[in-house]
């Protein structure tokens, strides 16, 4: 099947409009007589007449009556998306879709996007909770977070937040009529509040590090969720230790309704970095969204 040129389309539409080819030749910024030879090819792929033609006047045949019927919503619908299209590239608009942590989100990303959104209305966010290490290329994100910057190949990282440290927390409840845990394998013998890593497809084990010595504990519990919230949440409510970062902590354990153990021990880590795939023409919404979230010290 043979395609047909836009640009004849094009100038057929405008002659049928017109009924006249000096004005349509005009606004084509051609010569009468090449446009006149654009119609008559066309009429010969498409084994038709198109124009009726004199000397003095230009009608439409019942086939051009047709394809000028058709082609005259088609062609304004295109243009329209071109228009809007070419104003992506002038203003920042559209939906960026993020893929991250939920502590990631609720620390760092929707305190800075909040901003962003107000200034420019035409911009949409969507961020998607996963603690999974989500190919954001497959999965059709824009852009995805993970703490330090090590990313896959043709991936570029940006760092949006500090370094961070990880707290190991209980309330008063539990804790009562036990013994405090001095080393993090003594965890092993307490109930902890465990995290599921899909990645993974097991739960995580928690992390330590002293002196430059790591080492990594395997925790037993009653509770395993995919939510930081609901680890602390569990904590709260006296069902054992959780390890979750130490700024979602802190004030729990400022007010007394946590207790913090192992403080030597807990782990540094690198801050959330966003990643996002190399592209040489970025479109401006995601632009300013990195712009918004990029790490500056105070």
């Known amino acids: 099947m043979t395609h047909e040129n836009l640009n004849d389309l094009r100038a057929f539409q405008i002659v049928a409009r017109e009924k006249n080819f000096t004005r349509a030749a005009a606004q084509l910024g051609m010569s009468r007589s090449g446009l006149s ?18 000397t003095r006047s230009v009608s439409l045949t019942e086939a051009g009556m047709r394809l000028f019927s058709t082609l005259a919503p088609m062609l304004s619908e295109l243009d329209n998306e071109l228009a809007s299209l070419r104003a992506l590239s002038e203003k920042p608009a559209g939906v960026v879709r993020i893929t991250a942590h939920d502590h990631a989100i609720a620390s760092v990303l929707w305190p800075r996007l909040q901003a962003l959104l107000k200034r420019y209305p035409d911009i949409q966010i969507e961020l998607s909770v996963d603690y999974g290490l989500t190919d954001i290329v497959a999965q059709q994100f824009d852009a995805g977070v993970r703490v330090g910057n090590i990313v ?8 949006i937040g500090p370094d961070f440290h990880m707290a190991v927390v209980a309330s ?19 109930q902890c509040i465990n995290l599921r890593l899909p990645t993974r497809g097991g739960l995580y084990a928690w992390e330590f590090e ?7 504990v395997r925790v037993q519990g009653q509770t395993v ?35 913090a153990v192992l403080e ?17 023409q970025m479109a401006p919404a995601l632009a300013e969204v990195i712009n918004a979230l990029r790490y500056r010290k105070e």
Do not use: C
Request: glycine share 8%.
């Open 37 to 54: 030879h654009v119609i008559t090819a066309l009429e010969a792929r498409l084994g038709v007449r198109l124009l009726t033609r004199t």
């Open 152 to 159: 896959d190949k043709d991936m570029i990282a940006v760092r």
């Open 172 to 190: 008063p409840e539990y804790l009562s009529g036990k013994n405090a845990p001095e080393k993090p394998g003594d965890l092993t013998t307490h």
């Open 210 to 216: 002293q002196e430059g010595k790591t080492l990594s």
């Open 225 to 259: 969720f995919n939510n930081t919230w609901l680890m602390l949440q569990a904590a709260l409510d006296g069902l054992g230790f959780a390890y979750i970062p130490l700024d979602l902590a802190q004030p729990y354990i400022a007010s007394g309704k946590l207790v």
């Open 264 to 280: 030597k021990w807990w782990p540094h880590f690198p801050g959330y970095h966003l990643y996002y795939a190399s592209r040489r």
